[in-house]
């Protein structure tokens, strides 16, 4: 009964230390937006990824590689900051892409482990244009602050999608 009593005691121990002690979870963002174009109008604009004019925040954006996987680009934003982002899958055919960010200051995007996809389902004279990702929080630890918790990143990456998909949206139909 002692060594029950013991053995009890020890795995609570062991589950309160593992609850406090799991770190970051991976968080996932998606929108998605309808543009009134056919699917290979917009995909001459999002499928470029040497081009990332098309996200309002983004200024320059300089790349090598072309749309190849392990293509590279940095995107210039708006301020100064800058992305490093890798192109890991493209499918011109399917019209999606994948990519990852390799290096950005949290204080511009607070995330980490970033990977993104951007995909287009067509629709006949319409297209659906979903972006998701999945990251972590700028903060790897515990008790993050404030401003680089799992709300701030989801928050941050949300607001990232819905702009560009809403200019991108705008830029493609403007063009129409």
Do not use: C
């Amino acid at each position: 009964m002692k060594f029950m009593r013991l053995a009890a005691v020890a795995a609570l121990a062991t589950v309160s230390f593992t609850a406090q002690a799991h770190g970051p979870t991976r968080q996932k963002v998606s929108e998605s937006v309808e543009i009134n174009a056919p699917a290979d109008k917009v995909w001459a604009v999002v499928g470029n990824f040497q081009d990332g004019s098309w996200i309002p925040v983004v200024e320059k954006t300089e790349g090598t590689g072309g749309n190849e996987p392990k293509a590279t680009r940095t995107l210039t934003l708006k301020g100064g900051a800058t992305v490093q982002e890798e192109l890991s899958k493209y499918d011109a055919e399917k019209k999606s892409l994948m990519y990852r960010i390799d290096k950005v200051d949290v204080k511009t995007l607070p995330v980490n482990d970033y990977s993104s996809w951007i995909e287009l389902d067509p629709q006949g004279d319409k297209t659906k244009v979903t972006w998701r990702g999945a990251f972590y929080r700028g903060y790897m630890n515990n008790d993050p602050p404030p401003d680089l918790n799992d709300e701030a990143a989801k928050k941050a990456v949300q607001g990232l999608y819905r702009a560009g998909l809403d200019n991108l949206k705008a830029k493609v139909e403007k063009g129409s």
